[in-house]
């Protein structure tokens, strides 16, 4: 299957800050990528649909101007999380379909937000 | 949209008994239905999945059962190991643009 780098692993922010967190895909194009939030001990909950070259998607009930998607390129998807508070501290996933071969999930960014 | 209910949310057996955990999800158009292990802070692993063509599928100790008519698939794990504890996720692709939704997770702890 592919090969999903995100970045960083972890971040520690002041409140008030934004944060950026990027997902490459090294080895496949990616058209379509997608970002998860889970919170301790809950399932992983889709934020958004990242799309190359046009607007992300978003799932109802997520601000799209505290979490700013950008799908610049084929290999490269950024999730931004805005003016950060406490309640934003979570697990950050992103995922890469690869049509019949099913998902490569990036190894996740933990954001602390202080 | 999709919707994926995963019971039950603990599980706790002895070593070399079986595990078995359900899914249901409400979209009869879903086609992928993928099982996997998360540990602490690390990327969920896929360790099975199945497709909608197929009724059954099996990797060793692992095996995972599909029924289309009801909307039900189960995750079966035999002669279970101390390290097989970890949370598991089933999951369904749904209709639309492929996106994969989860259930709610079922965390297996496995006594030695």
């Known amino acids: 299957g592919a090969v999903v780098s995100q970045h960083p692993s972890w971040v520690i922010c002041k409140s008030g800050t934004s944060v950026k967190i990027e997902c490459r895909s090294l080895?496949?194009?990616?058209?379509?990528m997608f970002w998860y939030r889970q919170f301790p001990k809950q399932s992983l909950m889709l934020m958004a649909t990242?799309?190359?070259?046009?607007?992300?998607?978003?799932e109802q009930g997520v601000e799209k101007d505290k979490f700013l998607i950008n799908h610049a390129s084929l290999t490269l998807s950024t999730l931004t999380v805005t003016s950060a508070h406490p309640e934003d501290s979570s697990f950050y996933i992103c995922?890469?379909?690869?049509?019949?071969?099913?998902?490569?999930f990036g190894s996740g960014t933990r954001l602390t937000v202080v | 949209g999709e919707n994926v209910e995963q019971h039950p949310s603990t599980l706790s057996v002895q070593e070399g008994d079986s595990a078995v955990i359900k899914c249901t999800y409400s979209?009869?158009?879903?086609?992928?239905f993928p099982w996997y292990k998360q540990e602490l802070g690390k990327r969920p692993q896929l360790i099975i999945d199945?497709?909608?063509?197929?009724g059954e599928k099996k990797d060793q100790r692992i095996a995972v059962t599909l029924n289309k008519t009801a909307k039900h698939f189960s995750l079966h794990i035999t002669e279970t190991q101390p390290e097989d504890s970890a949370v598991y996720f089933c999951?369904?692709?749904?209709?639309?643009?492929?996106?994969?939704?989860f259930g709610g997770g079922t965390r297996v702890l496995v006594k030695p």
């Open positions: 995922s890469v379909p690869q049509g019949a071969g099913g998902y490569t």
């Open positions: 080895d496949f194009q990616a058209t379509t």
């Open positions: 990242s799309n190359e070259g046009s607007k992300a998607t978003y």
């Open positions: 979209d009869s158009a879903s086609n992928y």
């Open positions: 199945i497709r909608s063509n197929v």
């Open positions: 999951a369904a692709d749904g209709a639309a643009g492929n996106k994969l939704t």
